[in-house]
């Protein structure tokens, strides 16, 4: 059964940057690895960055020029990199990906990122 597993959330003050991994655990032949989303308690899940046709990125405006995304399809491993990292960025961050066999989303657990003095 193919998972995919974050890491690299954490506590960290205002200013700071964290790193973020998702890596898929099993065989991943069939996954392709998408998107970073971000949920706060009583909100819906939203959509933070990811990739479009090809290596083509898209970031949510709020995040832009502090956050990147990228990924290495052979290593079958995606990154956030947060930068100048804000409280109102504090939230459980997901990593997506879809199951091209199966047909059908894959989420991770969620790596919990707290910016905070």
């Known amino acids: 059964q193919v998972q995919l597993v974050e890491s690299g959330g954490g506590l960290v003050q205002p200013g700071g940057s964290l790193r973020l991994s998702c890596a898929v655990s099993?065989?991943?032949?069939?996954?392709?690895?998408i998107d970073w989303y971000r949920q706060t308690p009583g909100k819906q899940r939203e959509w933070v960055a990811g990739?479009?046709?090809?290596?083509?990125?898209n970031i949510r405006d709020d995040v832009k020029g502090r956050f990147t995304i990228s990924r290495d399809n052979a290593k079958n491993t995606l990154w956030l990199q947060m930068n100048s990292l804000k409280p109102e960025d504090t939230a459980v961050y997901y990593c997506?990906?879809?199951?091209?066999?199966?047909?059908?989303?894959?989420w991770g657990q969620g790596t919990q990122v707290t910016v905070s003095s």
């Open positions: 997506h990906a879809f199951d091209r066999v199966l047909s059908q989303n894959v």
């Open positions: 099993g065989s991943g032949f069939s996954i392709t690895l």
């Open positions: 990739f479009s046709t090809g290596d083509n990125t």
